[in-house]
């Protein structure tokens, strides 16, 4: 690599704009610390004329980034568009098919096709960083590869989405229901004004746990369907009523080795309010690693917008810089293993149930009867009569059984006049 180093920043939306201020800004203490000049010769987004935070240089501006390879000498090149596929997925392919070094924040892009890009990358010796696609600042993959290197992962779970956690977090402090709090997010900038559906959802933040899994376990980037649910459907009646029972709603991204399979899930989860991810609240992200001979490893920051997510982005830039070549996921591709999934329905937790139904005499037993019909025992019910309405809400916390039990037993309440709406099911943390 030469003394200068040419760098292209493609998307200059919240996160593209944000970095191009960094790189601009901080081009001496990058210099001072590992003795490259680095030179900014190419911005691309698509509308130039676009008001944005901080001044672009229209000279080196590309309406098409793929036309970047044409006219330039780029070094390393910065994808902040974000698509999973589309010019994301060429300008990436096309800057490591050219050996040019990628850094990039994009979760969809990396979980779906990172395995194919880092074989590019390590046929042409040059890197594909990631850090900023998992929980933002945090530097976690890093850690894994890098500061946990030798350790055998069992499992590593967590809050890997902000905006959710905020969400729940809010919900609980202001007494306000989704609906309301989610437009507060909105405004402040924690959630997508157009479309929040993928943080809400679970999406994004399966995202990222299969990238965690394929570093964690050295195994390809998982491809198997698996157990995922968002926080759309809590309620602030479950967040009030867990409270009561010292527990707390987190939206947790799980990932772990069982009987040398991999279970990969997210779902919202009830925590002890004494425990640690009981107590990671607002955008916080957090992420808690079992492995041997550490232990139990705890990491936790702020797990999105531009000012964490550029400080892992240029954390990957610096480790370029520096010379480090390596492996994308740590291991080469061609070592990486093939692991088969576990099957979701020996999942086993404690459930948290909550029935709305007519206030009638008989219908709490008929909820009893088939749960112990289907040997779930109870640990504790609460009835909350609605008398002015005529109805109830009946809280169930059962004893632990398996998602195919559960599932076969909470089949029948679809179809029960009683049972006014499907049953809202919460797991709690084993
Ligand atoms: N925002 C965060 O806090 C955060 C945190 C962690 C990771 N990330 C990841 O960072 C990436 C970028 O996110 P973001 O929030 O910055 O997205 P964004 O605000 O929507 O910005 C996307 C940028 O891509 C540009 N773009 C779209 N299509 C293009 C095309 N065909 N050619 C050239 N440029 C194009 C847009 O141009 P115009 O501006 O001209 O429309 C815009 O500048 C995503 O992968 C995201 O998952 C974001």
């Known amino acids: 690599m030469n003394n200068t180093i040419n760098i292209a920043v493609v998307g200059l939306g919240q996160v593209g704009i944000y970095l191009l201020n960094e790189l601009n800004t901080k081009?001496?203490?990058?210099?001072?610390?590992?003795?490259?000049?680095?030179?900014?010769?190419?911005?691309?987004?698509?509308?130039?004329?676009?008001?944005?935070?901080?001044?672009?240089?229209k000279k080196i501006f590309f309406k098409n980034p793929l036309e970047i390879f044409k006219k330039k000498k780029v070094d390393i090149l910065f994808e902040a568009i974000g698509l999973s596929d589309g010019i994301s997925k060429k300008v990436v392919e096309t800057a490591l098919k050219k050996k040019i070094n990628v850094i990039t924040p994009n979760k969809a892009l990396i979980s779906k096709h990172g395995n194919n890009l880092a074989k590019i990358a390590e046929k042409n010796n040059i890197n594909l960083e990631f850090e900023a696609s998992v929980a933002g600042g945090i530097p976690i993959l890093r850690s894994i590869k890098e500061g946990l290197a030798t350790n055998k992962i069992s499992k590593i779970y967590g809050i890997l989405n902000g905006t959710s956690n905020y969400i729940?977090?809010?919900?609980?402090?202001?007494?306000?229901?989704?609906?309301?709090?989610?437009?507060?997010?909105?405004?402040?900038?924690?959630?997508?004004?157009?479309?929040?559906?993928?943080?809400?959802?679970?999406?994004?933040?399966?995202?990222?746990?299969?990238?965690?899994?394929a570093l964690s376990f050295n195994s390809k980037i998982s491809k198997h369907k698996c157990?995922?649910?968002?926080?759309?459907?809590?309620?602030?009646?479950?967040?009030?009523?867990?409270?009561?029972?010292?527990?707390?709603?987190?939206?947790?991204?799980?990932?772990?080795?069982?009987?040398?399979?991999?279970?990969?899930?997210?779902h919202?989860?009830?925590?002890?309010?004494?425990?640690?991810?009981?107590?990671?609240?607002?955008?916080?992200?957090?992420?808690?690693?079992?492995?041997?001979?550490?232990?139990?490893?705890?990491?936790?920051?702020?797990?999105?917008?531009?000012?964490p997510t550029s400080s892992a982005l240029l954390s990957d830039l610096l480790s370029i810089?520096?010379?480090?070549?390596?492996?994308?996921?740590?291991?080469?591709?061609?070592?990486?293993?093939?692991?088969?999934?576990?099957?979701?329905?020996?999942?086993?937790?404690?459930?948290?149930?909550?029935?709305?139904?007519?206030?009638?005499?008989?219908?709490?037993?008929?909820i009893t009867n088939r749960l112990a019909k289907y040997k779930i025992s109870i640990k504790r019910i609460i009835q909350t009569p609605d008398k002015k309405n005529n109805k109830a809400t009946i809280i169930i916390i059962t004893h632990k059984t398996s998602e195919l039990n559960c599932n076969n037993c909470l089949s029948i309440f679809k179809s029960n006049k009683n049972v006014l709406k499907t049953p809202t099911l919460i797991r709690l943390l084993s």
Request: proline residues 3%; aromatic residues 6%.
């Open 27 to 57: 081009k001496k203490a990058i210099e001072h610390k590992t003795g490259k000049k680095i030179k900014v010769v190419a911005v691309s987004a698509r509308n130039i004329n676009k008001k944005r935070k901080f001044k672009i240089d």
């Open 168 to 213: 729940l977090s809010e919900m609980e402090d202001s007494n306000k229901n989704f609906a309301d709090v989610l437009k507060k997010a909105q405004k402040l900038g924690y959630a997508e004004p157009s479309n929040p559906k993928l943080d809400l959802n679970g999406f994004d933040a399966f995202a990222k746990i299969r990238i965690l899994s």
């Open 227 to 266: 157990l995922m649910e968002g926080i759309e459907k809590i309620e602030l009646k479950d967040i009030i009523i867990a409270s009561q029972l010292n527990l707390r709603i987190k939206l947790l991204g799980i990932s772990e080795l069982k009987n040398n399979q991999l279970f990969e899930t997210v």
């Open 268 to 307: 919202p989860c009830l925590v002890s309010k004494k425990s640690y991810i009981g107590n990671v609240n607002g955008v916080m992200n957090a992420v808690i690693l079992e492995g041997k001979p550490v232990g139990e490893s705890i990491l936790q920051g702020e797990g999105a917008g531009p000012g």
């Open 321 to 366: 810089l520096r010379g480090n070549i390596k492996k994308p996921f740590g291991v080469s591709v061609s070592k990486l293993k093939t692991l088969m999934n576990y099957n979701v329905n020996n999942y086993i937790n404690s459930l948290y149930l909550r029935f709305e139904v007519k206030d009638q005499p008989g219908v709490l037993s008929q």
